[in-house]
């Protein structure tokens, strides 16, 4: 095949600076298999619907083959002036097999033949992310089922607000894992629709299967409308959308492990394989792991709101604007399944530091809600028990005392209610295993919650 495979409406070359501006060839060559695999079922339908004849299917297969083994073993050179890995495949193909070649692309358009190869792409990429997920939500059980008993200052506000245990902290992550783990599956419903037959809108007289080619390539669905199909670039935010939910909760946590483990808190310790250092100054061991995982959340944000914009006001049907979808999808993916392999990493690594932790509880009044709880408990109106206790810490804060300073003689200052069983309510571990309401931080009910979650992690795996 010489010059583009549109010139013979065109009377002039198309410009060097053109063709580098219109290039999309550095983006998409990572679609080559998914091109192949594509062009193989398409040709494959042609030859059962008698379009094209059984040697020439042979060839084309044959052909496509040869192709993705040199492309693999870095033989095949990629010619930008082909625009696209599409056109690339296509002339080589025809270069290496003649006629045959160019009879491939019947009854499609690389209108309809480029959406089909990014949904098959965004297929693996999200199964990637989802094994990332089970890997990551696997990491947060294990950690969490070792620390029931450790018992941290569960915050509001960045201030101290109740002890909980630290795999009950832990357990929110899964939580928040375990919706993203569901958006993979949904996201996937709609992923996995076939647009291959749609041509450049509005379908093709050949007599192609389409459902034949679906079930061929794995697909669960055909596309509707040929209109829809190759101008719908929704599975794309979807999945952009998704990755930018993941990033958002692994950087809540990469958040959390940087507070935790700077000098004023020091509740962690982190394991050095997944730490840095300084040039300049030899006692640095910088968490550039979670900074990092926190920061390239923002660009993941910045690629769902490039293909928000690009799509918007686009009139259908296909528009060259949306050659620019697949930079953004790639990084979203790319990023978000680095980002759950190093985080399930470094949650693996990461541990409890015992005297950081203790010297914290005893700070910032954590019990005070007992103290609240302890006088409501015996009669007193809840809002008359918090200004009681609101009292108690105020004093405490002007004489630089804590709780455990305080006598039962300073106490029943406040109030005649209070009995010698109040010191025992106002411990740490005690105010943890009083929370027994379902979804609570009592011991009991996280080592529970712990197996339903393993339960549920199984489930997903099997399918169930």
């Not at 357990?171 to 894992?177: K, Q």
């Not at 302890?374 to 109106?381: D, F, I, K, N, V």
């Not at 005649?416 to 027994?436: A, C, K, M, N, Q």
Request: proline share 4%; aromatic share 6%; with cysteine.
């Amino acid at each position: 095949m010489k010059g583009k495979p549109w010139s013979g409406r065109f009377s002039q070359e198309t410009e060097k600076l053109v063709e580098r501006f219109t290039s999309s060839v550095d983006v998409d060559a990572r679609l080559y298999l998914e091109d192949i695999e594509a062009s193989k079922a398409h040709a494959r339908m042609l030859g059962r619907r008698g379009i094209l004849g059984e040697a020439e299917v042979e060839a084309i297969l044959g052909g496509l083959d040869a192709i993705r083994q040199d492309i693999e073993s870095g033989s095949f050179v990629f010619d930008p002036g082909l625009e696209d890995v599409h056109m690339n495949i296509e002339v080589e193909l025809t270069r290496r097999i003649g006629e045959a070649g160019k009879k491939l692309h019947t009854a499609r358009s690389r209108n309809d033949q480029v959406v089909t190869d990014l949904r098959l792409y965004t297929r693996k990429a999200l199964e990637r992310i989802a094994s990332g997920l089970e890997s990551f939500m696997d990491a947060v059980l294990d950690k969490a089922a070792e620390h029931v008993d450790t018992i941290i200052p569960g915050m509001t506000h960045l201030q101290h607000a109740q002890p909980v245990s630290l795999a009950h902290h832990l357990l929110a992550y899964f939580e928040m894992a375990l919706r993203d783990r569901e958006r993979v599956s949904q996201v996937m419903e709609r992923v996995n629709v076939m647009p291959l037959g749609s041509a450049a809108l509005a379908g093709t007289p050949h007599g192609i299967d389409r459902l034949s080619t679906a079930y061929d390539l794995g697909f669960t669905a055909v596309a509707r409308n040929s209109i829809d199909a190759v101008s719908d670039r929704d599975f794309a935010l979807e999945a952009t959308f998704l990755c930018a939910v993941i990033m958002m909760h692994l950087s809540r946590l990469a958040e959390e492990i940087v507070i935790w483990n700077s000098q004023p808190f020091s509740f962690v310790e982190l394991p050095d394989a997944y730490c840095t250092g300084s040039s300049i100054m030899p006692q640095k061991k910088n968490p550039d792991v979670a900074e990092l995982v926190r920061g390239k959340t923002g660009t993941v944000y910045g690629d769902l709101v490039a293909l928000l914009t690009m799509m918007k006001g686009l009139p259908l049907a296909y528009n060259r604007d949306m050659q620019e979808d697949k930079g953004p999808l790639f990084r979203s993916l790319d990023t978000t399944c680095a980002c759950l392999d190093v985080m399930a990493g470094l949650v693996r690594g990461m541990e409890p530091n015992g005297p950081g932790i203790e010297r914290s509880l005893k700070e910032g009044f954590i019990t005070a809600t007992d103290l609240a709880d302890y006088l409501a408990s015996r009669g007193m109106p809840f809002r008359d028990a918090h200004r009681v206790t609101g009292e108690i810490v105020s004093h405490c804060l002007r004489t630089s005392k804590v709780f455990s300073d305080l006598t039962l003689e300073d106490l029943k200052a406040f109030s005649p209610l209070f009995e010698p069983g109040v010191f025992e309510v106002i411990d740490p571990r005690v105010s943890v295993d009083r929370r027994t309401s379902m979804g609570g931080t009592a011991r009991p009910n996280v080592r529970a919650a712990l197996d339903e979650a393993r339960a549920i992690l199984e489930g997903i795996r099997r399918g169930a």
